[in-house]
């Protein structure tokens, strides 16, 4: 039987105070999807008002697209899909081998502090099956706890949109929560590398990417942990 993958996404698309449109990241829905796709997965997309995932205009500009973002963009079926999405209150963590979280920005508003969301984790996570999140998804971990009640990521290696990233898009002053600060204050190891270059962390079942150019490889991560 094929393994059957959760993917979690944003419902939220507006930047702060801007005014601007913000949402999922495309390439990192886009990559992962087919990555899971072609390995024979069985795939089920949730996010928390359930229907469309708003997409981060900026990440179908010319200059952001890429193989799997044009190929999404070709696909009629998983742009149904994306418009389609199950909501998260619906979703039964046992019915999944693993959950994979693409970021944006829209994750730091309405997935950071989700109780559907940090229960989903949860469950996955007692139940010994993965958790994979990238960019600023990995904002989702740091109000999971483990058994012991303690945050699951204390003293765990994690990566996600660092500091000097946020600041390089200049949006440090309009995101609720830094996401290098936010794992760093709940006792993560926060490890990165340079601006915009692929970071995965592997710590146990947890599966952490640091920017777009790591979703592949976090997928990758994710694929060779469950197998075919």
């Known amino acids: 039987m094929s393994k059957r993958v959760l993917m979690v996404m944003t419902s939220h698309d507006v930047l702060g105070e801007t005014g601007k449109?913000?949402?999922?990241?495309?390439?990192?829905?886009?990559?992962p999807y087919y990555a899971f796709l072609d390995a024979g997965y069985a795939l089920t997309l949730a996010s928390p008002m359930g229907?469309?995932?708003p997409i981060d205009p900026n990440s179908i500009a010319d200059d952001a697209m890429t193989d799997a973002t044009k190929r999404?963009?070709?696909?009629?079926?998983?742009?149904s899909a994306l418009a389609s999405t199950m909501a998260l209150e619906d979703v039964q963590a046992d019915e999944f081998d693993a959950v994979f979280y693409p970021g944006g920005h829209g994750p730091l508003w309405d997935l950071?502090?989700?109780?559907?969301?940090?229960?989903?984790i949860e469950k996955m996570l007692s139940a010994n099956k993965p958790v994979a999140a990238?960019?600023?998804?990995?904002?989702?971990?740091?109000?999971v706890k483990g058994k012991d009640g303690k945050p699951y990521i204390k003293?765990?290696?994690?990566?996600?949109?660092?500091?000097?990233?946020?600041k390089a898009m200049s949006l440090n002053d309009v995101v609720p929560y830094l996401v290098e600060d936010a794992l760093k204050e709940k006792g993560a190891k926060f490890m990165s590398t340079k601006d915009f270059e692929p970071k995965v962390c592997?710590?146990?079942?947890?599966?952490?990417?640091?920017?777009?150019?790591?979703s592949k490889p976090a997928a990758d991560a994710l694929i060779a942990k469950l197998g075919h």
């Open 21 to 31: 449109q913000t949402g999922m990241w495309l390439e990192e829905f886009a990559s």
């Open 51 to 53: 229907g469309q995932v």
């Open 72 to 79: 999404y963009v070709e696909d009629d079926l998983a742009r």
């Open 112 to 120: 950071s502090d989700n109780q559907k969301s940090i229960e989903l």
């Open 134 to 143: 990238v960019c600023h998804a990995p904002i989702v971990l740091k109000e």
């Open 155 to 166: 003293d765990k290696e994690v990566t996600g949109f660092s500091n000097s990233e946020e």
């Open 202 to 214: 592997e710590s146990g079942l947890l599966i952490t990417g640091q920017n777009p150019a790591s």
